[in-house]
């Protein structure tokens, strides 16, 4: 049984209760607990040694990353971060030098999004240092932008570059909640995600939460310049596309609107976030599947690559 | 620098905001979010495999308890669970029904309480299984019961019976949330914390939290027939009083209402809970520490045991 098949398994038969609005599967959950202008937004996320990062890896950035990465999910569903708690295992020997710079990344990144580090919990991990985050966060009602509601005809856009992740973007990013949050106050963005398992992986959670289909046009990918010459470098098999698509941790904002906003939307943008890129990269269609268009042909496209049709 | 050193110097300057009303170092986070007649309590906690338990516990069982050791956690601040997320760290080579066991001692648990279970991350965690989990209660607004409100003077109460655990009871209790629920309807509590450390480390934390000292009766504590059956069987280098006071995981909630309240307290609670004990261990008078006053005089009490005066 693979990881995915697992976590099926296990999140089939989930108990819930009267206050969940959305439970497992999307970025975060949503809850409503009676504010009167907000639901509630409930994320976790944990990162490994010899995993996620090693020995070696600057602490401060493990930290700052570590909670990027929930904010990042808080940022996928427009919404605003409030609070956290941090779970911090360590193994039985370690540099407590180490792991105040994992906490100063981490308050660093909290403090910039106004987050409030309201405890936690400190275990023995024998394997090595682990880092579990849950964060609280709130989004206007009628603002939560899910990955389910995806319509064919639907223009499909994705900020910033892609593929910077491998020039050590994955460390040392942003997550983009200020952009989200002018999107949804803007614009009826009918789905989002962030992408942090690259936008192949990441298109198809919204396809299939969708029931839809998606169509890539492959010139339209923004490749970051860090992706071309590290394809270059490396005389690599994996063209830039290609790791632009597939290599994950780019922590852009993927989302869908009607395709009448697509015109107003990139007008204003360009206002908004002068500095940050904005690209339609295709549309959503009626079937199932992620699809690319090039001179070359259609292929389909999965999480991890192109797949001849079969 | 040992563990409690290193979470003091962690969490000396966590980033904090508006809406937090009780940060680190309670049993749970209070925060404000403007929820009318309520506020939200937040807490995580987390097991280890070759900590907490090992590969022949009993599955379910583990997912119970961690769960329920959260709750607990509510429980002491006399609040209500809402909702929870699990990090499910795995190692590379697992056994799927054993997970699939967990979470499902962990659902049964949930479904007790009304918990939902809204979402979660699983992990590669190189050293064995490790299960983080973050809950999210409310508590109504001016009914949180904090560990620093003991004043000099105030009854000091326990529930239940201590030093069960060593016979399993650490694996398989229930949270005491009705009964704090009802004491904090009913009467005004000073503090409350749930026992995790043992009654002579937990009281510790509550009489440092409050800037007071406690002094408790030794043939007041309410010994747990299993505990008095272990220390005779093993030949104990331990009382079945000093293990009922250090042996830790009791679950049970220890509080402090003003004198004036214990009898009327009793009266009722017998009424309340028939099957459920509660017994008055002691007062809290000014000063700091902890004190047990026995037949042969009064001894210093630290988190592991007596201390002679120095």
């Known amino acids: 049984m693979n990881e995915f098949d697992l976590i099926q398994r296990l999140t089939s038969s989930l108990p819930t209760n009267q206050s969940v609005v959305t439970g497992p599967g999307d970025d975060c959950a949503v809850l409503d607990l009676g504010l009167p202008d907000r639901l ?42 409030n609070s956290a708690l941090i779970t911090l295992g360590l193994p039985r020997e370690y540099d407590p030098a180490f792991v105040e710079k994992i906490y100063s990344g981490m308050s660093r990144m909290a403090k ?5 580090i309201v405890g936690g919990e400190t275990t023995t991990n024998p394997g090595g240092i682990l880092i579990s985050i849950a964060v609280l966060g709130t989004v206007a009602r009628g603002k939560a932008v899910l990955r389910s509601g995806a319509k064919p005809g639907d223009a499909l856009f994705v900020t910033g ?35 942090s398992d690259g936008l192949a992986g990441d298109l198809r959670h919204i396809v299939k939460a969708s029931g839809v289909a998606a169509e890539l046009h492959s010139a339209s990918i923004p490749i970051s310049r860090s992706a071309r ?15 632009a698509l597939t290599d994950g941790e780019d922590f852009e904002l993927l989302f869908t609107v009607a395709s009448r906003d697509a015109v107003p ?28 268009r090039s001179e070359k042909g259609v292929l389909n496209l999965s999480a991890h690559g192109y797949e001849h049709f079969s």
């Open 229 to 243: 010459l590290a394809a270059k470098a490396e005389g690599s098999a994996k063209s830039p596309l290609l790791a």
């Open 40 to 81: 509630l937004l409930f994320k976790t996320d944990a990162v490994v040694q010899g995993v996620h990062f090693t020995a070696e890896t600057d602490p401060e950035k493990i930290g700052s990353k570590a909670l990027a990465r929930c904010l990042s999910d808080i940022a996928a569903m427009a919404g605003t971060p």
């Open 112 to 116: 910039r999004y106004d987050v409030a």
């Open 265 to 292: 939307l990139v007008d204003a943008w360009k206002k908004q976030f002068p500095k940050t890129k904005l690209t339609c990269v295709g549309k959503i269609v009626a079937g199932e599947g992620v699809t690319i």
């Open 161 to 195: 570059e892609l593929g910077d992740s491998i020039a050590g973007k994955h460390l040392d990013f942003e997550p983009r909640l200020a952009e989200a949050r002018w999107l949804a106050d803007n614009f009826s963005l009918h789905s989002m995600i962030d992408l």
